[in-house]
């Protein structure tokens, strides 16, 4: 299987100019040079940067000079401290993962369609001369099934239009769920060699998102240990999550206990597809909440990274501050060092 060379080990940079309060208070302070300085002693080789088209659009579409320069600020970080760098659109007009966003239409109204094209070409005449050490992520977690075949489409005229400007820059795409490594087998065939297909991986949900407050389903007291019988997960899950939060590979036995078996199976059919397609694979965000003890997200980390590494497949961890999923935050204080070589 092909390997997206140069962003094999990431963290990314949530919360600076995604998921946030757009002010440049904000971006002023939420992270620094520093952070990416310290970022880089993780032992990574590239950094994934989130952005919300808020960064670099007011509301009617017309462009915002000073978002473009915070993109800009990250490169130059990136640069100097010998990164490379994910340039992922979190947001856009008429659509967010995140349904509190209240961002809706993108799928049905072709002028936010237009917007998001003018976006990615702007980035591209912008950005793309930094193309031996930036990647395009065109859009993060589509959730629904029925945006599949819409969001192929969208994808496909996207990278036709990106192409006029940047022939071969790596363009990253996902697919439905959320960016399941379920729906890879989904996603139309790469249009040319340099599209990579990216998948995110927070699975077993009801480990890596225990207690998470977002869920509403999920009982705000329940902790687990990682190394669990797969029994104990199935159970935990059906009783926390709903139906499609549940992804579990049918191989499993009951009585055994979780770890790199998991992953393997959980991602084999992703990695026939890479291999069949002859494209690159990797996994834009995966981790941890805060709420599992430190010891016990060590060890998810160490079974994920043994598949990873076995099949090539790149990776950002999410994430490197705050967000729940902070790397640098107080409760990894005993475990970091062990986390950094993970990574």
């Not at 049905?108 to 976006?119: A, I, K, L, T, V």
């Not at 590979?249 to 991602?267: C, R, S």
Request: charged share 30%; aromatic share 14%; with cysteine.
């Amino acid at each position: 299987m092909k390997t997206l060379e140069g962003y094999i080990k990431g963290i990314n940079l949530g919360g600076w100019l995604s998921q946030c309060v757009h002010t440049k208070e904000h971006y002023d302070t939420f992270l620094q040079e520093e952070d990416v300085k310290r970022a880089s002693e993780f032992g990574i080789d590239h950094l994934r940067v989130p952005i919300d088209y808020d960064l670099v659009e007011d509301k009617e579409g017309n462009f915002k000079e000073d978002g473009f320069a915070y993109i800009q600020r990250a490169i130059d970080w990136c640069k100097k401290y010998n990164l490379k760098m994910i340039l992922d659109l979190h947001k856009t007009a008429g659509y967010s993962f995140d349904a509190g966003e209240k961002e809706d239409g993108f799928f049905d109204n072709e002028e936010y369609q237009e917007r998001f094209y003018r976006r990615w070409e702007e980035f591209a005449r912008r950005f793309a001369c930094n193309e031996q050490m930036l990647a395009f992520e065109l859009l993060n977690e589509v959730t629904k099934e029925s945006y599949c075949s819409l969001w192929n489409q969208i994808a496909a005229q996207c990278i036709r239009r990106i192409r006029k400007i940047a022939p071969t820059i790596k363009i990253l795409v996902g697919g439905y769920n959320n960016n399941s490594v379920l729906t890879v087998k989904y996603m139309d065939a790469p249009q040319d060699e340099n599209i990579v297909y990216n998948f995110h991986c927070y699975e077993p949900l009801i480990f890596t998102h225990q207690g998470a407050y977002w869920i509403e389903t999920m009982d705000k007291q329940f902790r687990m240990k990682f190394d669990s019988k797969f029994g104990y997960y199935k159970e935990a899950s059906k009783q926390y999550l709903l139906d499609e939060q549940i992804c579990f590979p049918n191989k499993i036995d009951d009585d055994e206990t979780v770890g790199e078996n998991y992953f393997e199976m959980l991602f084999e059919e992703a990695i026939a597809t890479a291999e069949e397609r002859d494209v690159a694979l990797y996994c834009g965000e995966y981790g941890v909440i805060n709420l599992a003890s430190p010891e016990d997200t060590v060890k998810w980390y160490r079974a994920i990274h043994a598949v990873f590494e076995r099949h090539g497949i790149g990776r950002a961890a999410w994430s490197y501050q705050a967000m729940d999923f902070g790397l640098v935050d107080e409760h990894l204080d005993t475990v970091r060092e062990e986390l950094a070589k993970l990574l």
